[in-house]
């Protein structure tokens, strides 16, 4: 199992819609997290930074990260909260969530 963690920004303007979102993700989107091995996701907000973390169970991450990107309905929700966000300053070219280092585990 791998632990994922990630940043991005959100739009001050759009903190409230994209709260709002969050409290009812579309079914068809979670099933496809849960098919491509993701599961403990989770978002936090702290200012304008956005933190995920999630458990990747599966063999080949981009491969099933690859299932997301195809998949309708997860399109679909991103058009809906894409433009709420943008990536953090520290973003590598192409990153839009942004992995982040990990520097403590407590198991």
């Known amino acids: 199992m791998e632990r994922i963690a990630q940043v ?3 739009r001050p303007e759009k903190l409230d819609e994209y709260r709002e979102l969050h409290r009812a993700v579309p079914e068809p989107v ?3 997290l849960r098919a491509s091995h993701i599961s403990n996701y989770s978002i936090h907000l702290l200012g304008d930074r956005l933190f995920s ?3 990747y169970d599966g063999d080949d ?4 990260s690859a ?3 195809r998949d309708e ?6 058009k809906l909260t894409d433009p709420c966000q943008e990536p953090v300053p520290e973003a590598g070219p192409g990153d839009w ?8 585990l407590m198991e």
Do not use: C, G, H, N
Request: net charge negative; glycine share 0%.
């Open 97 to 104: 969530w942004t992995p982040m280092e990990q520097v403590f």
């Open 30 to 32: 979670l099933a496809r």
């Open 53 to 55: 973390y999630f458990e």
């Open 8 to 10: 991005i920004k959100v």
């Open 73 to 78: 309905a997860s399109k679909e929700w991103w």
């Open 67 to 69: 299932a997301i990107a």
């Open 61 to 64: 991450f981009a491969a099933d």
